[in-house]
Protein backbone atom coordinates (compact mmCIF):
# COMPACT_ATOMS: atom_id res chain seq x y z
CA UNK A 1 0.00 0.00 0.00
CA UNK A 2 0.93 3.52 -0.61
CA UNK A 3 -0.53 6.50 0.72
CA UNK A 4 -0.01 10.01 -0.35
CA UNK A 5 -1.11 13.10 1.30
CA UNK A 6 -0.97 16.45 -0.89
CA UNK A 7 -0.51 19.85 -0.04
CA UNK A 8 -0.98 23.28 -1.83
CA UNK A 9 -3.50 24.32 -4.10
CA UNK A 10 -5.76 27.32 -3.31
CA UNK A 11 -7.39 30.74 -5.07
CA UNK A 12 -5.23 33.05 -7.23
CA UNK A 13 -5.64 35.13 -9.93
CA UNK A 14 -5.21 34.33 -13.47
CA UNK A 15 -1.41 34.94 -14.44
CA UNK A 16 -0.62 33.98 -10.90
CA UNK A 17 1.46 30.93 -9.65
CA UNK A 18 0.58 28.04 -6.98
CA UNK A 19 2.68 25.11 -6.22
CA UNK A 20 1.12 21.63 -5.05
CA UNK A 21 3.34 18.78 -3.46
CA UNK A 22 2.66 15.28 -3.02
CA UNK A 23 4.30 13.46 -0.44
CA UNK A 24 4.03 9.29 -0.34
CA UNK A 25 4.39 6.90 2.47
CA UNK A 26 4.09 2.72 2.80
CA UNK A 27 5.83 0.44 0.11
CA UNK A 28 7.41 3.46 -1.82
CA UNK A 29 9.96 1.29 -3.04
CA UNK A 30 7.69 0.03 -5.99
CA UNK A 31 6.78 3.40 -6.92
CA UNK A 32 7.51 3.80 -10.93
CA UNK A 33 6.18 7.31 -11.52
CA UNK A 34 4.14 10.20 -9.69
CA UNK A 35 2.91 13.07 -10.96
CA UNK A 36 -0.54 15.05 -11.39
CA UNK A 37 -3.92 14.79 -12.86
CA UNK A 38 -6.80 16.87 -12.61
CA UNK A 39 -10.50 16.57 -12.68
CA UNK A 40 -12.82 19.92 -13.66
CA UNK A 41 -16.38 19.50 -13.55
CA UNK A 42 -18.23 17.24 -15.66
CA UNK A 43 -15.22 16.66 -17.25
CA UNK A 44 -12.71 13.16 -16.86
CA UNK A 45 -9.69 13.08 -15.17
CA UNK A 46 -6.60 14.16 -17.34
CA UNK A 47 -3.38 14.11 -17.14
CA UNK A 48 -1.29 16.87 -16.31
CA UNK A 49 2.50 15.78 -15.61
CA UNK A 50 4.11 12.89 -14.01
CA UNK A 51 7.72 12.02 -13.89
CA UNK A 52 9.81 8.79 -13.46
CA UNK A 53 12.52 7.93 -10.35
CA UNK A 54 14.73 8.18 -13.65
CA UNK A 55 13.37 11.34 -14.37
CA UNK A 56 11.50 10.91 -17.37
CA UNK A 57 8.49 13.21 -17.87
CA UNK A 58 5.34 13.38 -19.56
CA UNK A 59 2.99 16.79 -19.80
CA UNK A 60 -0.04 17.86 -21.34
CA UNK A 61 0.11 20.08 -23.98
CA UNK A 62 -2.09 22.12 -22.28
CA UNK A 63 0.48 23.28 -19.48
CA UNK A 64 3.46 22.83 -21.39
CA UNK A 65 5.82 25.58 -20.22
CA UNK A 66 3.79 27.04 -17.50
CA UNK A 67 4.08 24.09 -15.32
CA UNK A 68 6.98 22.70 -13.99
CA UNK A 69 7.56 19.03 -12.43
CA UNK A 70 10.26 18.27 -9.79
CA UNK A 71 10.99 15.34 -7.25
CA UNK A 72 12.73 14.04 -4.50
CA UNK A 73 13.00 10.57 -4.66
CA UNK A 74 14.93 10.96 -1.00
CA UNK A 75 11.61 11.93 0.45
CA UNK A 76 9.42 10.53 -1.80
CA UNK A 77 7.66 13.53 -2.64
CA UNK A 78 6.75 15.05 -5.87
CA UNK A 79 6.59 18.80 -6.75
CA UNK A 80 4.30 20.99 -9.38
CA UNK A 81 5.20 24.53 -9.78
CA UNK A 82 2.02 25.96 -11.64
CA UNK A 83 2.65 29.74 -13.03
CA UNK A 84 0.89 31.53 -15.80
CA UNK A 85 -2.42 30.12 -14.02
CA UNK A 86 -5.41 30.19 -16.72
CA UNK A 87 -9.39 29.72 -15.78
CA UNK A 88 -9.46 26.30 -17.81
CA UNK A 89 -6.72 25.24 -14.92
CA UNK A 90 -9.85 24.86 -12.51
CA UNK A 91 -10.15 21.81 -10.86
CA UNK A 92 -9.29 19.10 -8.13
CA UNK A 93 -6.06 17.74 -8.46
CA UNK A 94 -5.10 14.18 -7.95
CA UNK A 95 -1.68 13.41 -6.98
CA UNK A 96 -0.75 9.93 -8.35
CA UNK A 97 1.39 7.20 -8.18
CA UNK A 98 1.78 4.55 -10.07
CA UNK A 99 3.55 0.79 -9.44
CA UNK A 100 3.49 -2.06 -11.66
CA UNK A 101 -0.43 -2.66 -12.18
CA UNK A 102 -2.18 -0.41 -9.83
CA UNK A 103 -2.67 3.66 -9.68
CA UNK A 104 -2.33 5.10 -6.09
CA UNK A 105 -4.42 8.23 -5.54
CA UNK A 106 -4.56 11.42 -3.03
CA UNK A 107 -7.53 12.82 -1.88
CA UNK A 108 -7.17 15.72 -3.84
CA UNK A 109 -6.66 19.24 -3.61
CA UNK A 110 -8.68 22.06 -5.21
CA UNK A 111 -6.69 24.87 -7.35
CA UNK A 112 -9.14 27.77 -8.64
CA UNK A 113 -7.69 30.42 -10.93
CA UNK A 114 -10.30 33.65 -11.15
CA UNK A 115 -10.63 36.15 -14.30
Known amino acids: QVQLVESGGGLVQAGGSLSLSCAAS????????MGWYRQAPGKARELVYT???????NVADSVKGRFDISRDNAKNTVYLQMNSLKPEDTAVYYCNAYVPGWDYWGQGTQVTVSS
Open 51 to 57: ITTSGRT
Open 26 to 33: GRTVNIVS
